[in-house]
């Protein structure tokens, strides 16, 4: 083959390689604007995630932290300007201030803030949150396709790996959450692909090198606490690494330039170390200990369907037995060959045993020690996500799936060529198509909560209307934020304690003929107990009529007439 004809398919190779990667995010950003359209509804932490960006009197509007509906009536005004952007110019001050009085860093919430400053007043929408999460995807797809590429030692099996996250219900899923998990996941690929970078360059530490590794650690940090463990698992495995070779200079300056990084974050946050330290910390600790058997096996259902379609035990069946095939014919060649005879086929098998008396000699390439270090890091992530978290929810190991992305990708590497050792690649492809489309059937996209467009016809009706929020009177959290949706469109609310119902006959005496109570079921009211308080609200006030109204993650809502018997 002559050197043009060379030069003209490597060019041919690379505008097709590239057009491949074009069809991918097309493909992925379609996908996440059709499902992010979809939303309507905001989880509860997503409102969070919106006043602690922008909110620049109050941290949070739950009863105990803000009581100013427990003295006075408020409009639906007082919700919904705690996710409104207040400001006439960015004010990150107020996403710091904030953050220093919640449980997390603030980098996500600056940059959510950001992003809100060109849509103000936009008020309970997932618009700015999920344009902010388009903005970060096509980062990560940059970083997975980079790091994947290099730890496969091949472009297009990179390629899979990005497209095997990124069109899958796992990465769409990602995306639609507005969160810091899409921002940790970038953090995630950044740390990695440094560690990339300095491996195809000079594999020896200097000053640049140092800084890199230095802000990798800082932005991640900044982002969320969990992400040290990801840098802890991987810094460890370097660490080793470098002195068993020997290197120990090279340790040293390397396990410097974490520690620096970790450094940096405190001094620009300093109140890491009370949330580290704090209630947040202590319980993610303390989780840490013993193992959650039904925590693992929920999330290895989640990983089952969103990233196998539910396949997973028919794929590790396969998995094995094409395992022990490679074993099997590690130590013997086997030729089968198929000869038409007549009305029938003969066949022949030929089976000889390889010579296994010889030495052997190999050498274990420096991306495949950093692939086995990732992957370890990768689990010590997951594991912290998925026994430190308190409650068991996919978001927790969003960061560390990517990386599960890679490792699946290499399996098939070494196992297709079991099966065909011709078109490879091909093969693994369209394996890749299946589990994603596979994926998105058969586990959906998270974060959709379909059930909500039935409530619209009751939402519009309690627009402008008075309504009582009964709370919790025994120092628990109120989930007034799950309901955030229809107090911001309330025409009056009031907090009321669940023992301080005979306030209500006063509090209703200027309300007209219709007026609503919400209770905050988050965390649970009895039946019993919720029965009771809505029969003492008809039996001390003017209203004798209910029914419900609404019922929708958490909050329920009655509709109270007056004049009426029950």
């Known amino acids: 083959m002559t050197e ?51 909110s620049t009197d109050k941290t949070f509007l739950h009863p105990g932290e803000d009581n100013t509906p427990l003295d006075e009536w408020v409009t639906g005004s007082y919700f919904e300007n705690y996710m409104n952007y207040n400001d006439d110019s960015f004010n990150y001050s107020a996403a710091y201030r904030n953050q ?3 449980v997390h860093p603030p980098v996500y919430y600056m940059l959510l803030h950001t992003v809100c400053y060109f849509f103000k007043g936009a008020g309970y929408s997932a618009v700015p949150g999920i344009v902010l999460n388009l903005i970060l995807l096509i980062f990560v797809d940059i970083l997975l396709l980079y790091v994947a590429a290099y730890l496969l030692g091949n472009r297009w099996y990179g390629l899979m790996a990005a497209a095997l996250w990124g069109v899958s219900s796992v990465g769409i899923s990602n995306c639609m959450l507005i969160r810091m998990y899409l921002l940790q996941t970038l953090n995630v690929l950044l740390l990695t692909a440094v560690h990339v970078y300095i491996l195809r360059h000079k594999k ?3 000053v640049p090198y140092f800084i890199l590794l230095a802000l990798a650690v800082m932005f991640g940090g ?13 810094g460890l495995c370097v660490c080793i690494y470098l002195l068993y070779m020997r290197k120990v200079k090279q340790m040293f300056a390397y396990g410097f330039s974490l520690v620096a990084g970790l450094g940096a974050a405190i001094a620009v946050f300093p109140a890491t170390i009370k949330h580290i330290f704090g209630y947040r910390g202590s319980y993610a600790t303390d989780n840490l200990i013993g ?80 692939l086995a270090g990732v992957i370890v890091a990768d689990a010590v992530l997951a594991f912290v996500g998925i026994q430190g978290s308190e409650l068991v929810n996919a978001r927790y190991i969003y960061s560390a799936l990517p990386i599960v992305a890679v490792f ?99 509090l209703v005496k200027d309300c007209g003929d219709e007026i609503y109570v919400a209770v905050i079921n988050d965390p649970k009211f009895e039946e019993k107990k919720i029965h009771k308080m809505t029969e003492k609200i008809a039996e001390i006030t003017k209203y004798t009529k209910k029914s419900i109204e609404y019922r929708f993650s958490g909050i329920r809502i009655y509709k109270f007439k007056a004049g009426e018997t029950k």
């Open 222 to 234: 900044l982002t969320h606490y969990y992400f040290y463990f990801y840098v802890a698992g991987l």
């Open 408 to 506: 699946m990708i290499w399996c098939m590497m070494k196992l297709v060529p079991v099966i065909t050792r011709k078109r490879c690649a091909v093969v693994t492809a369209v394996i890749c198509l299946v589990l994603c489309a596979g994926s998105i059937a058969v586990k959906g996209i998270d974060w959709q909560y379909m059930g909500y467009s039935d409530w619209s016809t009751a939402l519009e009706e309690m627009k402008g209307q008075d309504c009582i929020i009964l709370c919790h009177g025994d120092g628990k959290w109120n989930n007034v934020y799950a309901g955030m949706n229809v107090f911001s469109q309330m025409g009056r609310c009031r907090y009321v304690y669940e023992d301080d119902i005979d306030s209500i006959a006063d």
């Open 4 to 54: 043009s004809v060379k030069k003209n398919k490597e060019i041919r190779t690379n505008r097709y390689f590239w057009i491949a990667c074009i069809v991918l995010v097309l493909l992925q950003y379609g996908l996440c604007i059709h499902y992010g359209l979809k939303r309507q509804y905001l989880f509860c932490d997503e409102v969070y995630s919106y006043g602690l960006a922008n």
């Open 291 to 370: 193992l959650s058997g039904h925590k693992f096996l929920y999330y290895i259902s989640y990983i089952n369907r969103s990233y196998f379609a539910g396949l997973l035990p028919l794929i590790v069946l396969v998995a094995l037995v094409l395992i022990v095939a490679r074993i099997v014919l590690s130590f013997v060649d086997i030729k089968i060959s198929l000869v038409r005879e007549n009305d029938g086929l003969s066949y022949r098998v030929c089976i000889h045993r390889r010579d296994i008396d010889a030495d052997r000699t190999g050498r274990i390439e420096s991306r495949s020690l950093l």
């Open 204 to 206: 020896k530490m200097t």
């Open 100 to 102: 220093e009085n919640d």
